[in-house]
């Protein structure tokens, strides 16, 4: 059964840090690009990072651009999404999500293009 699981998520204050994990199983992430994506409530899906299949390209959202850090362990069939200098407005629920291409593209922020998505893990930056 091919699944990713996301872990990392959490309630963190502003200016904080968290680390999400998304674990694939059923499939090797070799073949594909990864991207993160978050959707708060009431508003539309948002698509924050890529990750081409080999680590060498990778690509981020202008609102998380120098702090957030997306990364690949393909040995582990894991990505992970290192975000720093958390703020409110990053408060949703993200998801990982494996794009059946090696690259990123210029679609890489439109979730329709990929196949396989995590169950969502909830991060709260809040005071």
């Known amino acids: 059964q091919l699944q990713f699981v996301e872990s990392g998520g959490g309630l963190v204050q502003p200016g904080g840090s968290l680390r999400l994990s998304c674990a694939a199983s059923?499939?090797?992430?070799?073949?594909?690009?990864i991207g993160w994506f978050r959707q708060a409530p009431g508003k539309e899906r948002e698509g924050v990072s890529c990750?081409?299949?080999?680590?060498?390209?990778?690509i981020y959202a202008d609102s998380v651009k120098g702090r957030f850090t997306i990364s690949r362990d393909n040995a582990n069939n894991t990505v992970y999404l290192q975000m720093n200098s958390l703020k409110p407005v990053d408060t949703s629920i993200y998801y990982c999500?494996?794009?059946?291409?090696?690259?990123?593209?210029?679609?890489?922020?439109?979730?329709?293009?990929?196949?396989?998505w995590g169950q969502g893990t909830q991060v709260t930056v809040s005071s």
């Open positions: 999500a494996a794009r059946p291409f090696r690259q990123c593209g210029s679609t890489w922020s439109k979730g329709g293009s990929y196949e396989y």
């Open positions: 990750i081409n299949n080999s680590g060498s390209y990778i």
């Open positions: 059923g499939f090797t992430l070799d073949y594909y690009a």
